[in-house]
């Protein structure tokens, strides 16, 4: 048994290889504009997940547990129990990969007359690899595991402060109680963050920020988790556990309740950039539809014949509309395979896009995702604008008169 073409697809194929130039033109910018809705996309979408990534590693934790003031200033014994009770919970649930404990609190810090707000956050230098990793050290080091008063600051905070890695400070504020307190330390290393949520912390060690605001208990546990998709998951059967009051002095979250800004601009910028590769797109459709009514005026004679000759006005048209199509099925498919191909060795290896367009992104390295759905989004538009422009001059060409197209023929 043999398979064969119907003789309007046979002959589609066939019209492919006319007027190759302008063929090849028009499904250029097709291709292109497909392709680079897809990089889009996949831009927008490494830009969301990198951003919330850094505020759950920076800020939030996938689960996050923030002791209020009351409970900080309760009694020192009902301050150890309610800690050991709520980490002996997460330790238990087989979600949790780790959890980290943090002293974070505004503070200010002094140097060369100068003085910087900070968001100091004391750690365990050896449980924060994620933060780590999302740093480029500029000068100096991370936070040694023996480190005792030094601070790691970010770059936009050493320049304003004049201050390079070794150079000394003074980190002052106010203590859980209300009572200002100055500490002398030194400036070990000077990082650039991942994203812009970073700007404005120093990291000090866990010790040195729980003298610093007088306190024996952290301010927040941060709960890491194998994915962030276990984070409800996990959030529920904490709550339901614990029974934490609402607006009490210890409260419960996930890392959605301090991602919303992240995920706006994220958003901001992916529709920024999409209507600009959709509006190319509607400009390459133009060129199609150009091209699809300049084919028909050239093939007058032609389609006058296959009327003669019994085609009926649908068949002609769809001989158009088909043309029309495995032009832009070809482009299309091409232009995903080019800037798919880029997408993932720039998700492999990042884009640095330089201090000033980092201030829009919200990062400096860009590292796209592509997804299923994108691909999806870019094929069907790429496929379907052009296919939708072409169906007014095919309409043209397939209620022409046969009589009067084959007088042109003359």
Known sequence: ??????????????????????????????????????????????????????????????????????????????????????????????????????????????????????????????????????????????????????????????????????????????????????????????????????????????????????????????????????????????ATALQLPKDGPVRLGTYRTRTGMASSIASVNSVSMTVIVLCLLLIAAVGIATAVVNNVNERTPELGTLLALGFSRWQVGGLIVLETALLALVATAAGLAVFGGAALLMGRSGVDVGEAASLAFGMRVLRPEPTLQALVTAFWLGLALPIVFSLLPARRGARMNPIDALRTAG
């Open 1 to 238: 048994m043999t398979f064969s073409l119907p003789p309007i697809a046979r002959m589609a194929l066939q019209n492919l290889g006319r007027h190759r130039v302008r063929n090849l033109l028009v499904g250029a910018g097709v291709g292109l504009s497909a392709g680079l809705l897809f990089l889009v996309l996949s831009v927008g979408e490494g830009i969301r997940n990198q951003l919330v990534q850094s505020v759950v590693d920076s800020e939030s934790g996938a689960v996050g547990v923030r002791f209020g003031g009351d409970f900080l200033r309760s009694d020192e014994a009902a301050q150890k129990a309610g800690l050991d009770r709520i980490t002996a919970h997460f330790q238990a649930d087989p979600a949790v990969t780790g959890i980290r404990r943090r002293v974070s609190t505004r503070a200010v810090l002094v140097a060369n007359d100068r003085t910087a707000d900070v968001q100091l956050k004391g750690i365990e230098p050896a449980a924060e690899q994620a933060v780590r990793g999302g740093m480029e050290m500029r000068s100096g080091a991370f936070l040694a595991p023996d480190a005792a008063a030094d601070v790691v600051v970010s770059e936009a905070t050493a320049k304003r402060l004049g201050v390079k890695a070794g150079d000394p400070c003074v980190l002052m504020g106010q203590t859980r109680d209300g009572a200002v307190n100055a500490l002398d330390c030194r400036v070990s290393g000077v990082f650039r963050g991942a994203s812009r949520f970073t700007s404005g912390a120093a990291y000090a060690p866990y010790a040195l920020a729980a003298s610093f605001y007088d306190t024996r208990t952290p301010t927040e546990l941060l709960v890491d988790l194998r994915s962030l998709e276990q984070a409800p998951a996990v959030y529920g059967r904490a």
